[in-house]
């Protein structure tokens, strides 16, 4: 017996132990793991911060980039290659030409043309930087200037506006087109402080009572261009950062983003071995934080710009992130003003909602609104799954108001219908949601009762028509929910026609629509939004003579309801129209009356409740140890008669 007994021991054992896998165990093994080599990265990094060396031709002590691997420096470069070496004309490794922590003099002009003309010959007005001795590595070193230039001609009719940047080290010619410039100890690039953006198409809208075919007429004078239309744009905030902790790169690793910024020296020296060469101090003209809605559109009718440049120190990974992100977010918009799809949707501009949620939002309500982004995708997903679990273990139609489920269907449509018709103004995180929501108020309909279709009677306009029948003879209390829904909803059609007609009025008179179909669902949302919470109202009058909330899907109702709160919060943060915003505080008031219709009708969980429900909403544990102890009863029970242990408590037949 003992040795039948060892296989289950050891298998106890082993799950005891923790034997199979284990998500945590990964989850501490990742966190060590990535936390380690951030820990051995960080203490064997090396930085090429200058070291004094010799040199060996004029015997002068000079400061060179330290830690430069099997690159020389580039005072050190030879002036012959290797014996057999070949010069590569891509450098494969490429190092700092200059120390990590040197000082350095800028000047920044503006132009409308690509060639620099001779600093000494730029007018004033478009010198808009001149800085000494800022120095590199050092990031409380931050320089910020103001002006205003005129706009040249050029740049007015659609032309890119240049900025020259012109680097050296301090007390060096910067310029190139002067006598005695030195390419080790200056450099020059231009880059563009315009930005060519496609604009975003507007709806046109008009009074739909004014004369429409004259309106139709002029626009058919005026065809739509084929294609995105294309315009320059301008922002009057330049940062302008030096990323000088690169060390040594491998220049054919680099991504096209990153590669852009660096800059070869330009006589193209390499080392002995002809493969490997030296770059310029890396110097990031950042846009990531210019944002489309805070861009100037260019044209003739701009005389005058303001500028203001913040000049400082960045680190490598923050360089890295932002100017990834840029180049994939400009692609992304290219691609899609073109007409090209994106594998998310969208229409590219989602990473710039998102900086601007950065930008605008209160740091503190911004870590707030993280938080709850991710409750509120939690409570989403337990709310469809509560509700779905509730409908499909519901055997009645006890509480449940039909009508209610077919006005909800009717209303989330509508509102699916307005947000795809303003879809340039919604995120696609608020249509997803709003796509389940109809799939599952559908499914509810055919949970409690039979959707069929039959043909018309005669004299209809249509041929079939939608017939909604009852699955079974319905009960006393079934037949109860069904007078008190049509009780209810006679008073909200008594109250929610007028509204709708009058809404209907006075928007058609006083505001404009893209169309007549714009019109209806602008009207029809309208009204949804601000009397949408009539349409609760039945749930809450059956609740009320019902004198109960047994019925209700409890679990449900309580992640939708905490919902409505993050809801509140995104109102402030989330890009969506204004009336949807304004109908995430509708919900509360639902909310504050249902949690008193709990209070007052609070269920019994001790019992099963009159509608048949109460096993599933008793607690699990108490039902678990419940039937521990009728089971162990009737074990002793039979154990006591087959062992006969309870002979002596028989009593005697007389």
Do not use: C
Not at 613 to 633: C, I, L, M, N, S
């Amino acid at each position: 017996m003992a040795e039948r007994a060892a296989p289950p021991q050891r298998r106890e054992g082993q799950e005891e132990g923790g034997g199979g896998f284990n998500y945590g165990t990964l989850l501490i093994g990742g966190t060590v793991y990535f936390a380690v080599n951030l820990a051995l990265n960080y203490m064997n990094r090396k930085d090429q911060t200058g070291v004094p060396a010799t040199n060996p031709e004029t015997g002068e002590i000079i400061r060179v980039p330290g830690n430069t691997a099997e690159i020389p420096a580039f005072e050190f470069r030879p002036k012959e290659l290797d014996e057999g070496a070949t010069i590569s004309r891509i450098p494969k490794k490429i190092a700092p030409i200059w120390p990590q922590d040197s000082y350095v003099d800028i000047v920044v002009t503006l132009s409308p043309s690509f060639n620099p003309v001779p600093i000494n010959q730029v007018p004033e007005e478009y010198v808009v930087l001149q800085e000494k001795e800022f120095q590199l590595n050092n990031y409380s070193d931050k320089r910020v200037v103001e002006t205003t230039f005129p706009v040249p001609q050029a740049v007015q009719n659609n032309g890119t506006l240049w900025g020259h940047f012109y680097v050296g080290l301090p007390g060096s010619n910067l310029d190139p087109r002067q006598p005695g410039f030195d390419p080790a100890k200056a450099y020059h690039f231009a880059w563009p402080l315009t930005q060519y953006l496609p604009k975003k198409k507007v709806a046109k809208t008009r009074n739909l009572l004014e004369n429409a075919p004259e309106a139709a007429s002029e626009e058919t004078e005026e065809p739509e261009p084929v294609g995105p239309t294309i315009a320059s744009y301008y922002h009057p905030n330049a940062s302008f950062s030096f990323v000088p902790d690169h060390g040594v790169k491998d220049f054919a690793s680099l991504t096209p983003p990153i590669r852009q910024y660096f800059h070869l020296e330009a006589t193209g020296a390499r080392d002995g071995s002809g493969q490997h060469g030296w770059y310029y101090p890396v110097l990031f003209v950042n846009t990531f934080w210019q944002l489309t809605n805070h861009m100037t559109v260019l044209n003739e009718t701009v005389k005058e710009l303001p500028l203001r440049i913040d000049l400082k120190n960045l680190v490598s990974w923050q360089f890295q992130i932002m100017a990834t992100m840029e180049a994939n977010a400009k692609e992304a918009a290219r691609q899609a003003a073109f007409g090209g799809s994106l594998p998310g949707g969208g229409d590219g501009t989602e990473i710039e909602m998102i900086k601007e949620i950065f930008i605008d939002t209160n740091p503190i309500l911004l870590g707030i609104t993280i938080v709850v982004s991710i409750a509120h995708m939690i409570l989403e997903t337990l709310a469809f799954g509560s509700d779905i679990a509730h409908y499909r273990k519901k055997k009645d139609n006890v509480g449940i108001s039909v009508r209610s489920i077919l006005a909800n269907v009717f209303m989330q449509s509508v509102i699916f219908l307005y947000l795809l018709d303003n879809s340039q103004n919604t995120s696609w995180m608020i249509l997803g949601t709003q796509v389940v929501g109809i799939l599952i108020e559908f499914w509810k309909i055919t949970t409690v009762v039979n959707v069929r279709v039959v043909p018309s009677a005669p004299g209809s306009w249509l041929p079939y028509a939608v017939v909604f029948e009852d699955k079974q003879q319905l009960t006393e209390t079934e037949e109860k929910t069904k007078e008190y829904d049509e009780i209810a909803f006679k008073y909200v059609y008594i109250a929610a026609v007028p509204l709708l007609i009058a809404y209907g009025i006075y928007s058609l008179v006083y505001d404009s629509h893209k169309s007549w179909y714009s019109y209806i669902i602008t009207t029809l949302v309208g009204s949804v939004y601000a009397y949408g919470f009539l349409m609760m109202v039945p749930s809450l009058y059956i609740n009320y003579r019902l004198k109960s909330v047994a019925h209700m899907p409890a679990k449900a109702m309580m992640y939708k309801f905490l919902n409505t709160f993050i809801d509140d919060l995104f109102a402030f943060t989330i890009k969506m129209p204004f009336l949807h915003r304004l109908s995430t505080f509708r919900d509360d008031i639902i909310f504050f009356i249902y949690i008193y219709q709990r209070w007052a009708y609070r269920v019994d969980y001790s019992r099963v409740n009159e509608f048949g429900q109460g096993g599933d909403d008793e607690p699990t544990e108490k039902k678990e140890t419940e039937a521990k102890e009728v089971t162990a009863e009737k074990a002793k029970q039979v154990e006591a008669k087959a062992t006969g242990a309870d002979t002596g408590k028989a009593t005697k037949r007389k």
